[in-house]
């Protein structure tokens, strides 16, 4: 759909300036536009994982930067985020065709007795946004659905949401069950709402806290990178 203001066909432009034109419409939370760039590409000859890669997770990261930098607000984000998920149903079955292998795959879930879910649907779609593949259990989540599907997803990263101080002390019920399980080491864990703090955080075991969404994909990257090091090493 060409931008009536700007007067931009798509189409017309060569492949960097499309992929630089999907930056700004997943910006902007252009939908429409997003798929019709993802088509476009898929058309010319890109592989899907390029077109992840450079249209979609690279406009995603300049997102994820400026909401950490306090220049982009949630609303906005979840706008982007959106685009970016209408690019990636596109794209999903054909990643799946091609076997290509996501960064890391994250089991994400308010704890048990918590409905609070705004903080980690923003989360679940940044983390998306920046290539990993995510499965959101939803809200008020017993330790027995996040054993269930860890195993069942075969994992890399537990996330833990909280946002009433009653539920925190839950997400140590959670990493305990791992540890007695002797499961604690198969998995990366990511804890975040915003009664929680970096000193709860270490206090419970988990890996990390991440005080945003941004924060979060940073993180997620990093010890991500850090595991797949230690494997090939060992």
Known sequence: MADED??????????????????????DGLKEEIEEGVNILLERGWQP????????????KIVGDDFRDGILFVPEVLL??????????ILKPLLAETGARTIGRMVIGTVKGDIHDIGKNLVGMMMEGA??????????????????????EQADILGMSALLT??????????????????RENYIVLVGGAPLNEE?????????YCRDAAVAVETAKTLMARKHNQLAAG
């Open 6 to 27: 700007d007067d931009i066909i798509l189409s017309e432009l060569d492949d960097e300036e499309l992929v630089q034109q999907m930056h700004d419409d997943l910006y």
């Open 49 to 60: 994982y390029d077109v992840l890669t450079k249209a979609l997770v690279g406009g995603m």
């Open 80 to 89: 982007a985020a959106n685009a970016m998920k209408a690019g990636m149903f």
């Open 131 to 152: 290539g990993f593949e995510v499965v959101d259990l939803g809200i008020n989540n017993p330790v027995e659905d996040y054993l269930e599907a860890l195993e069942r």
């Open 166 to 183: 009653t539920t925190m002390p839950y997400m140590k019920v959670v990493i305990d069950s791992l540890v007695e399980k002797g499961l």
């Open 200 to 208: 709860f955080g270490r206090a419970i075991g988990a890996d990390a």
